[in-house]
């Protein structure tokens, strides 16, 4: 049977996830991976024992459907301990599949047929998916890429403004972001809360790069005046802790919105693995030395990747937080980061993710590609040496993947 006629109708044009798409040509290619955004080491040693020793211990049956409670406890301590938050560990913290199935729930959770969802692009690909099969509508306001190399992605507020209309349910939003690597600032935090209040929306926070802030401050919309009511605060302990495979995330709330979550989480997955969560428990408790040092060995990642794209002759755009790095192909005759990331795996050696997959307004990303560096120095290394010869493997003028401007 054709894929179309099975295929619900809320989820056409979704095609293949991009992250397995790259993922694919960078095994098939045995390119170096800097695509999807996950680490090639592993975190704490003892971290990875805790679980170990859980499942020894007997904790292989379903857990609580909404955390087990040392996990609970210890993100309540974590948001108090960062952000001075206090959330009720039993009746406003919700431990979930990752944060894309906080995310994902939260939709299913608070969505009625045609409600809007407000969020910038580029976005999480999983955020409009989500929106989609929980009938919502997507509703996308642009970061405008910088023109030029030093300057950083910019939204108009008014645009923003522009686009609530009495169907908007949702301001969603992701600091760190992901993959601009920009940071909200207060007076755009401060406008998007006013924005909430003013029209009684509810607002969604994706922190999951939150521990990964190079330059600036992070800080957690439900921190403003009137916000903690109406905020579902997204994380995942993937990142902070490099086991982004163990996929446990969590989601605080006030109680009204963590019920509404709740009952569509129960149904989504119910629980997930009791071991990892014990373990992370134990991992958001690690002393203020962990993040330092997590911090400073990922600022020299970023440093190493930005330079070796600069020498490669990328537009290096600057990335104040979370672990990607956004490059202009344009100097290099390349103008479309699709063609351009479908070549670049089998002729120069380096997977990366096409931004356009990150937007609903493709034009405004082509000319960009992503690069994550949350990689080993060796591997780095190695791909930014691969990427230092792409001037000399680039495609002649009439082959795909060439600029019009060099090609013509
Ligand atoms: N939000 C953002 C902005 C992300 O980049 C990602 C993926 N890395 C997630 C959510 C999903 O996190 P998780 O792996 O915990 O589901
Ligand atoms: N969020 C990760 C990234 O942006 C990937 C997550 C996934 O593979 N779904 O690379």
Redesign the pocket.
Known sequence: MPEKSVLTRRLHGFGTNVFSEMTQLALRHRAVNLGQ??PDFEGPVEIKEAAIDAIRGGLNQYVRTHGVPELNQAVAEHQKRFYDLTFDPETEITV????????FATFQAICEAGDEIVFFEP??D??RASVAMAGGVSRVVTLEAPTSPGGSFTYDPEDLERVITPRTKALLI?TP???TGRIFSRPELEHIADLCRRHDILAIS?E??EHLVFDGEHIPLATLPGMAERTIT??????TFSF?GW???YACAAPHLSKALRTAHQFINFCNGGPFQVAMAQALRLGDEYYTQFLSDYQKRRDHLSDGLRDAGFGVLPTAG?Y?TLADIRPLGFDDDVEFCRWLPEHVGVAAVPPTAFYVHKEKGRHLVRFAFCKSSEVLDEAVARLRRIQELRPGPASPGQGKAAGA
């Open positions: 955004g996950f979930t599949n990752g944060a894309t199935e906080a995310i976005f999480y999983s955020y992701n972001h992901n993959p994706d999951v790069y997204i994380s995942s302990t993937g990142k982004t996929k446990i995330g979370s990607f």
